[in-house]
């Protein structure tokens, strides 16, 4: 991979992929920040050509990825339920003061 020049920008954070954190370098001098973009987006080319070497079973989006699709049709699901919940409470209690106001 040839030296590359990567443009900075001003937000000084610099997106991560999948298995990879972002980068982060407000807190790191300036005149590092270019071999730690690039160093940063060779670890990215590294991973996929990781990944790809895998089973595929073994691959960060049959894995990870996956099981975080899961987790939010879950949390989804449950989210649902306690709203449903919540109705059906807010109905009984409609009814009761219904009922309550008729007696007075």
Same mark, same amino acid.
């Given at each position: 991979m040839k030296? =590359?020049? +990567? $443009? $900075?920008p001003d937000t000084y954070i610099i997106n991560g992929y999948k298995g990879i954190m972002d980068l982060d370098l407000?807190?790191?001098?300036?005149?590092?920040?270019?071999e730690l973009v690039s160093l940063h987006f060779k670890q990215i080319e590294d991973y =996929?050509? &990781?990944?790809l070497k @895998?089973? $595929?079973n073994l691959r +960060? &989006?049959?894995?990870?990825e @996956?099981? &975080?699709?899961?987790?939010?049709? $879950?949390s989804k699901i449950i989210h649902k339920r306690e709203i449903a919940i919540l109705e059906e409470k807010n109905h009984h209690y409609q009814l009761r003061l =219904? +009922?309550? =106001?008729a007696k007075q």
């Open positions: 030296n =590359k020049k +990567y $443009i $900075i407000t807190s790191i001098d300036k005149k590092f920040h270019q =996929k050509l &990781e990944q @895998r089973p $595929i +960060y &989006e049959n894995t990870i @996956r099981l &975080e699709k899961q987790n939010k049709e $879950i =219904k +009922y309550w =106001k």
